[in-house]
């Protein structure tokens, strides 16, 4: 769960993405998992569900870096957080992310999938196809 405001606009990484309503000083924990909120959905139910459904956990979730056998859907903002080469955050800690400078308002956060996700590939459309 993202723990700064934020708001959803157009990327120029990727479709949408998420961005800083204020500033956002290097340091501060921007993200943190939520189980009350953020949703950890048993490997068997993703392998089991409609492809319909898979195709969307396909590009909003990712596995979980501390539980394996499940995978991770935010259900905030934080979901439209794209990857970068040259992220504005760390989140290589499983217990949250901070930020790794200085975020300005308005703003796109970004992350390495890496971080959390070692078997990422990034997609055909991601920034590094762009080069």
């Not at 501060?28 to 909120?37: A, Q, S, V």
């Not at 319909?52 to 909003?60: C, G, M, Q, T």
């Amino acid at each position: 769960m993202l723990l700064v405001n934020t708001f959803v606009a157009a990327s120029a990484i990727e479709g949408v993405g998420v961005f800083a309503a204020d500033p956002i000083p290097e340091g501060t924990l921007i993200w943190r998992l939520e189980p009350d909120f953020d949703r950890l959905i048993p490997m068997e139910k993703y392998e089991t569900a409609e492809p319909r459904l898979k195709d969307f956990l396909d590009r909003y979730a990712y596995p979980s870096p501390d539980k394996p056998g499940f995978i991770v859907y935010e259900v905030d903002n934080g979901r439209f957080m794209n990857h970068s080469e040259n992220p504005n955050t760390d989140f290589s800690d499983a217990g949250g992310a901070t930020s790794i400078r200085d975020i300005a308002a308005g703003e796109e956060i970004t992350c390495d999938y890496a971080d959390f996700y070692p078997q990422f590939e990034l997609m055909p459309t991601s920034e590094a196809a762009k080069r």
